[in-house]
């Protein structure tokens, strides 16, 4: 009788439980793991400080070499895209650190074992993957804008001797944006490809080949038709796009077509590392 | 309850679990022994939904464990795998564990009271020592209050003090009515823990009753003879279908001449105390001699250690019904 009464109330509690949890507790419990470990701290802060640092050394450098007549053709890449002239040193730094931050989101998991706490309390396990992707996305767009926006400012004002740009020219403002947008859908990418490789250093050795090997590598195609589809198509080269001013001659992808298709590639990589996920043992 | 039916775990072409079926009741602790590779680890991590099962299934009070809407205050469990980040610290482990259960955060703080690490509760788990760890993962598996729990070789590596510890918690929870299965491969450890024994090996259920049965009927009983007449008795013995066998040698250095010593088995003591009275032959001393969880669990899991493939007499003894209906299935 008293296992049968025991029994029940356990029942009821778990239908209370029930009520009461929700995604909203999961992103909670994903943010308390992200925000707990010096990794992503760490991570952050070379992010930031690196992206900053180097924006502002960069622009100041070429300012200099092109007022001292020693850069005529950085002048003209300076007046063509400006913003794409003060983002990029920025941008090409900081996205190692968030490629290595959205690896090891996951793959810490595995390294360390968490992953079987994880699951034991969401046997589900897809709603785990969510919260994290939910969370990280949200934490890498919130830092990742604000640190493009100070890089811009900063870059405005060391350029402002050669060339006046502002957020109200045309694509200016979805240039800055994008470069945010960008960032954060790396952050998917390489948490997806942790997600499918489960070890460290094989998700960011994969992670930083494809976007610093491979996608450069592509762009040696450009002599053939073919050859720029498969350049723009390549899930970086395409979401880069959107961080440029204007559409360049040869590209075949508009700004958000771009963004779309690396956000597709990404969205891929998502769902591959979901099935995974669900059908491997833990 | 626990229950685990014809469950079968293959890894490439190695059998982990071989058609395992058991239950799990509450109010006790099962004791889940087999030598170290026998599938208990993987049993557990099934039971868990950790990993898939190749065949059959495993289920918590009637539902698959993913089925669970909120596992921990259900199940609690310990690995044997550590599961905590080396540089997060026993708060946060445990906050994040709460929060996915939609559990206070004071529930966390009195876990940390109950397994005495309040005091490093915000220094990184890395830093922690065996029997820290354990106590770490002892306050996950308590988190939800479970009525049911799974601890893989929760003594392992701890000190005299720690081992004291887990196994009064293990019998206070159960006490409590919960159902409790904690593995080891620590035989003596699991004599004075557990209420009732699941055994296999590879893969295989050998034994699941009792432990006090485990231990009786595991293994032959012998007994202990000393008499100055031995070829006489071994006749008597022989003649009833017994077995006896004579030491060595009894000399010892205190002087004392002793009796011959026999060690008789396949009788009864009280039988070979009957037919050494019938003959008049002088008996020194009669013992009967219990076998220790050790011998039952080396002769129960001695066919399955071996790579030969025969099936083990005394096991198949312990095995209740359904257990040999589903062994009787095996080709």
Known sequence: ?282 | MIEARDLTKKFGATLAVDHLSFTVQPGRVTGFLGPNGAGKSTTMRIILGLDHPTSGSATINGKPYAELTTPLRTVGALLEAKSVHSGRSARNHLLFLAQTQGLPSSRVDEMLDLVGLRPVANKRAGGFSLGMSQRLGVAAAMLGDPQILLLDEPVNGLDPEGVLWIRNLMKHLASEGRTVLVSSHLMNEMAVTADHLIVIGRGRLLANAATDEVIARGSGQSVRVRTPDPDRLTKLITAEGGHAVRAATTANGDGAEQAPLLTVTGIPAARVGELAASASVVLHELTPQLASLEDAFLELTSDSLEFGHHESEPASQLLPEPAQAADGRIR
């Open chain 1, 1 to 282: 009788m008293s296992t049968t009464a025991a029994r029940s109330q356990l029942a009821s509690d778990q239908a209370q439980a029930a009520q009461r949890v929700g995604f909203g507790h999961l992103m909670l419990a994903e943010w308390t793991k992200i925000r707990s470990v010096r990794s992503t701290v760490w991570s952050l802060a070379i992010f930031v400080i690196g992206t900053l640092g180097l924006t502002a050394l960069f622009c100041w450098l070429t300012v200099h070499a092109i007022q001292t007549g020693r850069a005529e053709r950085r002048t003209a890449d300076l007046l063509v895209d400006p913003v794409s002239f003060i983002l990029q040193t920025g941008i090409g730094f900081g996205q190692l650190a968030i490629c290595v931050l959205g690896a090891l989101t996951m793959t810490t998991e595995y390294s360390t074992g968490v992953i079987r706490a994880s699951l034991l309390a969401v046997p589900k396990r897809l709603p785990v993957l969510a919260a994290k992707c939910v969370v990280f996305a949200t934490l890498i767009f919130v830092i990742a804008e604000i640190v493009v926006f100070v890089s811009f400012f900063i870059g405005k004002a060391v350029i402002h001797p050669v060339v006046d740009v502002s957020l109200t020219q045309s694509g200016v403002a979805r240039a800055v944006i994008g470069a945010g947008l960008y960032l954060t859908v790396l952050g998917l990418f390489a948490l997806a490809i942790g997600a499918l490789i489960r070890h460290s250093a094989g998700a960011i050795a994969a992670v930083i080949g494809l976007v610093l090997v491979v996608g450069p590598l592509l762009g040696l195609l450009d002599s053939y038709d073919w050859g720029r589809h498969v350049h723009d198509w390549f899930p970086t080269q395409a979401g880069s796009y959107i961080t440029r001013i204007h559409q360049a001659s040869d590209q075949v992808l508009t700004p958000w077509q771009g963004f779309a298709v690396f956000g597709g590639w990404t969205a891929l990589l998502v769902i591959a590392g979901a099935y995974l996920l669900k059908r491997r043992d833990a």
